[in-house]
């Protein structure tokens, strides 16, 4: 069972552009279990693929798709995002600005998130742009990013609260169910109370 999930997982690493489609033709052709476990068809057609074509992105994605299970990598995602944050591990830039992504695609519960990263974060230096940067100023603006810090580690542990018990649950790529009660959603009806 773990061998089938290290494959999808593979599939989802590439078609989240986690790893180089270079990458995956490399695993690709060191990894014989596809053929046992999807069978000679499904395995022939991925070696078929031409992996230097121009649109080889779109005829992967094509053919690979429906062997993600896009709710369970997806979920993982976003909660070791959400644990990142808590845990203050990584750069709160880049981690707010993969939120900011996910909120546009379509995972509104991270409202919050998603807003407080496009009104200000977003024009914060990342950690590993500290020498593009002006000191003085690099260091400014993360000090001012630190004044942000409790509010967002709040929130990021009221979501992941959610995820644990089950009251947000990711389903497939962009869609979620959201289980919760009404007024537990402030990031969707009250989101200026957050601001506060």
């Given amino acids: 069972m773990s061998r089938i999930r290290d494959i999808q ?3 989802y690493n590439v078609y989240k552009e986690k790893i180089s489609i270079a990458e995956f033709e490399k695993w690709l052709y060191k990894t014989d279990d596809i053929e046992n476990i999807y069978g000679y068809d499904f395995y022939f057609r991925l070696l078929d693929l031409d992996y230097r074509e121009k649109y080889i992105k779109n005829k992967l994605e094509t053919l690979i798709r429906m062997e993600i299970p896009f709710g369970q990598f997806e979920q993982q ?12 591990e990584g750069d709160l830039v880049e981690l707010l600005e993969q939120l900011y992504d996910d909120y546009c695609h379509g995972y509104s519960f991270l409202r919050f998130l998603g807003l407080t990263y496009i009104t200000g974060i977003d024009t914060f ?13 690099f260091e400014r603006k993360r000090e001012m990013l630190n004044s942000s810090k409790d509010k967002i580690i709040k929130e990021a542990k009221r979501l992941l609260a959610f995820f644990k018990n089950g009251k947000i649950k990711i389903t497939n790529e962009n869609e979620y169910i959201d289980a919760r009660k009404e007024e537990d959603k402030v990031e969707l009806h ?7």
Wanted: charged content about 30%; overall charge negative; glycine content about 0%.
């Fill in 9 to 11: 997982r593979q599939f």
């Fill in 77 to 88: 995602r976003i909660v070791l995002l959400l644990e990142h944050i808590i845990a203050e």
């Fill in 125 to 137: 230096p990342k950690l590993n742009q500290i020498d593009q940067w002006d000191k003085h100023e």
């Fill in 190 to 196: 009250h989101i200026e109370k957050m601001f506060q």
